[in-house]
C-alpha cells in the first residue's frame, strides 16, 4: 500500500526544502517527493506543516525501578502526542543501565511496542558512581547510542579523561550533566534575587559553569567530542562558544523552560517549577536564544523527568527535581522562538530534528528518499492551553499547565504508522492509529 501525504508545507532542514510537496510512503519508508503523487491512501494535510519526526535525545523513561512515574510504554504515547519520533532514553534507573543486559532490557521493551523509536543511553561508569568506568564496547554491540552519567557529573577529571578517550575509541557520544555537587548541594533553585526573597536555598550558577569548562577542557585533552546538556547561563553559552572557536569537538542543548520561564516567576512555592539545573534569570535567557540563534547551542532537548502528583506536592525544597516537557516542546518553540522571530519556522526545525540526530549518530531526522517515513504534521497558528488532562505522560509535573501556547501537533506517524492524531483530524480509510499508542488516563 503506497500513502500519500498531500498538500502539506514540508519543512527539511536536512536537504534545505521549504515549500509544497507530496510525500510518499512504502513500506514504513519515504519513496517520493514531488507534485500530484498516486497512491493507494490519501491523507490531506492541507494548511498544515509536515515535518521529520522530532528528535529529543535528553528524556527520563524511569523503567526500570520507577514505573510510577513512567513507563517506556507510556513515555512512548507521550512522545508520539508531542510528536517526537526518536528518543534518547537516560540511565539513572534503578538498576542503573550500566550494562550490556541492562541495554538489552530497554531495547526489547523498545520493540515489543513496535511505534516510537528509543535509543538507550548507558551508564559512563558502573552504578553512575564516577569510579570505575562500564564496558562500553559492550553497551555499543547492546544497542546504546551514548554514555553519560546523567543526574551526576563525574567528580575525578582522572576518570572523566579515560572516560572520553573510552568513548571516543567505542564510537559513543559522551553527554555531560555538567555540576559541581559541592557548590549545588542543598540548593533547591537560583541562587539570586528571587531566592532570597522567597528563603530558598540557591543554586549558584557556578556549580554549572565551571563544569562545562573543565569537561571542555578535558575534551580537548583527550582529543574527544563532549556534549554539554542543558545549558542554562549567559557564562555557559560563552564558554561553549569560544570552545567551538577554538576548535574544540563540543556540541550542546538547551531545553524549552530556560527560554520560557525565570527564577522570578516561581510563586506559591510552586514545585513544578523545580528542576536541576534551575530556572536562571533574564540576562541567562536572552544569552540561551542568542545560543540557539548563532549556532552555539546545536540543539533542543526536553530534560522529560517525571515524578508522581505525590512527589511533587511536597514543599519546594523537598520535592524532587524535574518536569515533564515532550508534549510541550513544540508549543514552546513556537511560541517562545518563532513567533517572537527569534528563529525561521525551518530554523526551529532543525534544531529539533537533524541537528540531534547527527549528534547521536542515528539515522532520523529527515525526509529524504529512503529514509524511515517518522513524519510529524503540525499546526503552528493554532492556539490551545495545557491542562491536566491533555497529558498521554504518566505524570503531570508540568509548569506550564495554565499557559496558552501556539502551535500544535495534529498527527504523528512512525515509520509510516499513525502513532497519533489529533481530535479534529479525520484519517482517510486505509490508515488509523496504532492499537497499542492509544490514549489512556495515567495521573498517579
Request: charged fraction near 20%; include cysteine; hydrophobic fraction near 40%.
Amino acid at each position: 500500500m503506497k500513502i500519500v501525504i498531500k498538500n502539506g508545507w514540508v519543512i527539511d532542514p536536512s536537504s534545505g526544502f521549504s515549500g509544497k510537496c507530496d510525500i510518499g510512503i512504502e513500506n514504513g519508508i519515504i519513496s517520493a517527493l514531488g507534485a500530484d503523487l498516486k497512491g493507494d491512501v490519501y491523507f490531506d494535510v492541507e494548511s498544515m506543516i509536515v515535518s521529520p519526526g522530532f528528535v529529543d535525545i535528553h528524556v527520563h523513561f524511569r523503567e526500570p525501578g520507577f514505573e510510577s512515574k513512567e513507563t517506556i510504554a507510556s513515555g512512548a504515547k507521550a512522545s508520539a502526542h508531542g510528536g517526537v519520533t526518536s528518543v534518547v532514553t537516560m540511565p539513572n534507573t534503578i538498576p542503573p543501565i550500566d550494562n550490556a543486559g541492562m541495554v538489552e532490557l530497554v531495547v526489547r521493551r523498545a520493540q515489543d511496542l513496535d511505534g516510537v523509536h528509543i535509543y538507550p543511553a548507558a551508564c559512563a561508569t558502573k552504578g553512575r558512581e564516577g569510579k570505575e568506568l562500564t564496558e562500553m564496547a559492550d553497551l555499543f554491540q547492546s544497542g546504546a547510542v551514548a554514555v553519560t552519567d546523567d543526574g551526576n557529573d563525574i567528580e575525578s577529571s582522572s576518570v572523566l579523561r579515560h572516560v572520553l578517550e573510552y568513548a571516543k575509541m567505542v564510537g559513543l557520544p559522551y553527554l555531560a550533566h555538567c555540576e559541581d555537587e559541592s557548590l549545588s548541594e542543598g540548593g533547591a533553585m537560583n541562587e539570586g534575587d528571587a531566592s532570597v526573597f522567597l528563603g530558598i536555598p540557591g543554586i549558584p550558577r557556578e556549580a554549572e559553569e565551571t563544569r562545562i569548562e573543565r569537561n571542555i577542557r578535558l575534551a580537548k585533552l583527550a582529543n574527544a567530542s563532549i556534549h554539554i546538556q542543558h545549558v542554562t547561563t549567559q557564562r555557559g553559552v560563552e564558554i561553549i562558544r569560544n570552545a567551538k572557536r577554538e576548535g574544540i569537538f563540543v556540541s550542546a542543548e538547551t531545553c524549552p523552560h530556560y527560554w520560557m520561564l525565570k527564577d522570578s516567576q516561581i510563586e506559591n512555592y510552586n514545585s513544578n517549577m523545580k528542576m536541576n539545573p534551575p530556572l536562571r534569570e533574564e540576562a541567562d535567557i536572552q544569552a540561551i536564544i542568542e545560543g540557539l540563534i548563532d549556532g552555539t547551542l546545536d540543539c533542543i532537548a526536553t530534560d522529560h523527568a517525571p515524578h508522581t502528583r505525590t512527589e511533587k506536592n511536597a514543599p519546594f525544597q523537598e520535592a524532587p527535581f524535574g518536569i515533564i516537557g515532550l508534549e510541550t516542546l513544540l508549543g514552546c518553540v513556537i511560541t517562545g522562538l518563532v513567533k517572537p522571530g527569534y528563529l525561521t519556522i525551518e530554523k526551529a526545525i532543525q534544531l529539533m530534528t537533524i541537528n540531534p540526530a547527527n549528534i547521536i549518530k542515528i539515522n532520523a531526522g529527515t525526509l529524504k528518499i529512503g529514509a524511515p517515513a517518522d513524519i510529524t504534521i503540525f499546526n503552528p497558528d493554532e492556539e490551545w492551553v495545557v491542562t491536566e488532562d491533555y497529558f498521554y505522560s504518566k505524570s503531570c509535573n508540568s509548569p506550564f499547565i495554565g499557559t496558552k501556547l501556539s502551535g500544535k501537533v495534529k498527527c504523528t506517524l512512525c515509520c509510516g504508522k499513525v502513532l497519533y492524531a489529533d481530535k479534529d483530524i479525520v484519517l482517510p480509510e486505509g490508515l488509523s492509529v496504532s492499537p497499542s499508542f492509544v490514549c489512556n488516563t495515567f495521573f498517579i
